[in-house]
């Protein structure tokens, strides 16, 4: 078993920056691969980013390329995703989520995800 919590949402202005954790209790977190979803209000869940459980792998959405970075320190028990150059569009609850299938990540079907945290941009 797996519990992830979420943190280091909050309210910033456009063009700034926030960094959110997704910090692992239980299981051996390092033997999973970890990815970040976000869902607005009255849209779909939609993936942000994602990272291998080594970390050697990452990728993300097309629409935050260039301006989020997912990255993960295993000794921590932690992954990050470092936002910049924020939008209102980002404006969404960010949830973690982790499976030892990189394919249950990509999908969204992983056995575990986190509470969410809120992430608010204002214009």
């Known amino acids: 078993q797996v519990q992830l919590v979420e943190s280091g949402g909050g309210l910033v202005q456009a063009g700034g920056s926030l960094r959110l954790s997704c910090t692992a209790f239980?299981?051996?977190?390092?033997?999973?691969?970890v990815g970040w979803f976000r869902q607005a209000p009255g849209k779909e869940r939609e993936p942000v980013a994602r990272?291998?459980?080594?970390?050697?792998?990452?990728n993300s959405a097309a629409s935050v390329r260039g301006r989020f970075a997912i990255s993960r320190d295993n000794a921590k028990n932690t992954v990050y995703l470092q936002m910049n150059s924020l939008k209102p569009e980002d404006t969404a609850v960010y949830y973690c989520?982790?499976?030892?299938?990189?394919?249950?990540?990509?999908?969204?079907?992983?056995?575990?995800w986190g509470q969410g945290t809120q992430v608010t941009v204002s214009s």
């Open positions: 239980g299981d051996t977190f390092s033997t999973m691969h």
């Open positions: 989520t982790a499976d030892r299938a990189y394919g249950a990540v990509l999908s969204g079907t992983a056995v575990y």
């Open positions: 990272i291998s459980s080594s970390g050697g792998m990452t």
